[in-house]
């Protein structure tokens, strides 16, 4: 399933791939593929409206502190975002988004909500052969504080320095200022429950397919809608969000 926009080139996920030269990337041109050991997973048409960006991807840290998340893309519990007045939609619950966002909540509170997580692009492309590139993005105590964007493989016979785009460390108010169409933004957990429920409540139903996977510790690791019928690089949006896979999610600070 393609879940976020193209990277640039047409590269594909590389979200499972080993870091050796000439791994391939598994899936369509972007994150929708299962790049984390996943225990549940699901899928769904969606049966419900859920509005609002849920789209915290400035790094803001917006998110502070860890509440009741709406499931209308208000992260921050301020009221500005969405329409379904606080309720989950039954595409959402269908799924277990609940019941996983209940685990992550209790984890974060005993974690003082600061954790990091990883995903990975790149891989083979269309016609072509692209590096592979791990984005780590680190959240302490609700506050996105890096994001960090490395080479992780390279194709058969190519060197780093060839590679598309260089590596880059962003802290602060710089974190996603970066953009080179390989690197995925950074977000706190909370922006990424809210958006999902989101994608997974998109409607008409029947104009979307949907999936929604977590880890063998119950948090979210895959999350996307696609438009159905559609043959490739299909991903849907919900307000401006996308979908996700994380390769790996932790607990604690990053070691870097």
């Not at 929708?32 to 849920?54: E, H, R, Y």
Request: proline share 4%.
């Amino acid at each position: 399933m393609a879940c976020e926009p193209t990277p640039k080139g047409g590269g594909v996920l590389d979200s499972g791939a080993d870091a050796d030269a000439g791994d391939d990337a598994v899936g369509p041109a972007s994150s929708g593929d299962d790049g984390a050991t996943s225990g549940v997973s699901a899928t769904s048409g969606g049966s419900a409206t859920a509005s609002g960006d849920g789209n915290d991807s400035d790094g803001d840290g917006d998110s502070a502190t860890v509440g009741p998340i709406t499931a209308d893309g208000d992260d921050d519990n301020d009221g500005d975002g969405g329409s379904t007045g606080g309720g989950t939609p039954a595409a959402c619950l269908d799924v277990g988004w609940d019941d996983s966002l209940a685990v992550f909540e209790a984890m974060a509170q005993s974690a003082q909500n600061t954790y990091w997580y990883t995903g990975r692009t790149g891989g083979h492309g269309f016609d072509s052969q692209f590096c592979t590139y791990e984005t780590t993005v680190e959240v302490t105590e609700g506050v996105v504080t890096r994001r960090a964007f490395t080479i992780v493989g390279t194709p058969q016979g190519v060197l780093e320095e060839d590679c598309e785009v260089e590596p880059f460390e962003e802290t602060g108010a710089a974190i996603n200022e970066t953009s080179n169409g390989f690197d995925l933004p950074a977000a706190t957990m909370e922006t990424k429950y809210a958006g999902c429920c989101d994608l997974l409540a998109l409607e008409p139903a029947e104009d979307y397919m949907t999936s929604f996977e977590v880890d063998e510790g119950g948090i979210v690791s895959h999350c996307c809608a696609v438009h159905a019928n559609c043959a490739d690089t299909c991903g849907a949006e919900a307000g401006g969000f996308f979908g996700f896979t994380l390769l790996t999610f932790n607990w604690g600070e990053s070691p870097q």
